[in-house]
């Protein structure tokens, strides 16, 4: 190798960039986009970033963006959203809007989650003690 041959960082940047650059950006982002779905155990906001992200490398308008994120939400988002009565007029209106929406859903979710777990320890605990009366009478007869 050439001595020489990295005598400025731009060279150094442009061979390293020639190793791990993605050759088919555009194509494998167009391809990861499409397949894009928010999933229930995802938070929107790690969706949204992966959605924006993809949309920037592919050069698409928020209007677009806007019109293509309502497919990809979750049935729950979706419904919330036809039931807003303004129409969004920006992209980050109606993202702040999700990150909201989903952030509250989630939360009552898990208290929810938390209500039906201490309900089930409940019952399980009186289960036991019930069980624990029959034997000590069973003993003491």
Not at 6 to 18: G, W
Not at 19 to 37: A, H, P, V, W
């Amino acid at each position: 190798v050439d001595p020489d041959y990295f005598n400025t960082p731009d060279m150094i940047f442009n061979v390293l960039r020639d190793i791990y650059e993605d050759k088919n950006l555009r194509q494998n982002s167009r391809r990861k986009y499409l397949q894009l779905k928010m999933f229930p155990e995802t938070p929107f906001a790690n969706f949204y970033s992966e959605f924006k992200k993809l949309g920037s490398i592919l050069g698409y308008s928020d209007q677009t963006l806007m019109d293509d994120i309502i497919d990809k939400l979750l049935e729950r988002l979706r419904a919330a959203l036809r039931s807003v009565q303004f129409p969004f007029t920006q992209l980050s209106e109606m993202k702040q809007y999700l990150q909201r929406l989903d952030d509250e859903q989630r939360a009552g979710m898990a208290q929810e989650a938390r209500r039906v777990r201490f309900h089930e320890l409940k019952n399980q605990a009186a289960q036991n003690m019930s069980l624990y009366l029959i034997g000590l009478a069973c003993s003491l007869s």
